[in-house]
């Protein structure tokens, strides 16, 4: 049974950085494809950033430059480093996975970006 399980809740002031990790189990994690992406109130869910098997990155827009998606294969782990916050940057981040055609994707992590 696939689970991930973020952690890295945070109150952070603008400007701030914050580190969010996604501990997945179930998997082969080497294998697939990972993303963290995040929904604020009365928003979508939308991408933030990607990386794949083989460790190819990309970001949204929004986040380019400030945010770094990596990986742990050893460790099963997914992270997001989150630099120079800002306030539209809080939402619920969510990691997710896609095996087989099925998605899977954790609880999710707060992250309020507030002075």
């Known amino acids: 049974q696939v689970q991930l399980v973020e952690s890295g809740v945070g109150l952070v002031q603008p400007g701030g950085s914050l580190r969010l990790t996604c501990a997945a189990s179930?998997?082969?994690?080497?294998?697939?494809?990972m993303g963290w992406y995040r929904q604020a109130p009365g928003k979508q869910r939308e991408l933030v950033a990607r990386?794949?098997?083989?460790?190819?990155?990309n970001y949204s827009d929004s986040v380019k430059g400030r945010f770094t998606i990596s990986r742990d294969n050893a460790k099963s782990t997914l992270y997001l480093q989150m630099n120079s916050l800002k306030p539209e940057d809080t939402a619920r981040y969510y990691c997710?996975?896609?095996?087989?055609?099925?998605?899977?994707w954790g609880q999710g992590t707060q992250v309020t970006v507030s002075s």
């Open positions: 997710n996975t896609y095996i087989a055609s099925a998605g899977y």
């Open positions: 179930g998997m082969t994690f080497r294998l697939y494809h």
């Open positions: 990386i794949n098997n083989g460790g190819i990155t």
